[in-house]
């Protein structure tokens, strides 16, 4: 099973960035598609941003125009770059790796996930 391991969380002012990588263990990383998904507390958990393994891009509602997901598939990564950040940013950022059969994404392996918490 592919691993997955996030790092690049923290704690940030509004208004500021953050980046978030996850690297991936095993070989056709470039296959799969990726992306991230967070859980705030007492919110519904939220896809914030996916990328297509032919590197096509998809965004939540709430982070379009100011996340950016790009891949590196000669290094086996996935990145999240967050600008201008908001308050209601703070969550748990899961990266997940999936393929997809038919129409229907299957997440084969998700990251043990990273705090992101934006606060003055």
């Known amino acids: 099973q592919v691993q997955l391991v996030e790092s690049g969380g923290g704690l940030v002012q509004p208004g500021g960035s953050l980046r978030l990588s996850c690297a991936a263990s095993?070989?056709?990383?470039?296959?799969?598609?990726m992306g991230w998904e967070r859980q705030a507390p007492g919110k519904q958990r939220e896809r914030v941003a996916h990328i297509y393994s032919d590197g096509d891009t998809h965004y939540g509602d709430s982070v379009k125009g100011r996340f950016t997901i790009s891949r590196d598939n000669a290094k086996n990564m996935v990145s999240l770059q967050m600008n201008s950040l908001k308050p209601e940013d703070t969550a748990v950022y899961f990266c997940y790796l999936g393929e997809y059969s038919g129409s229907v994404l299957i997440v084969r392996s998700w990251g043990q996930g990273t705090q992101v918490t934006v606060s003055s």
């Open positions: 095993g070989s056709r990383f470039s296959s799969y598609a």
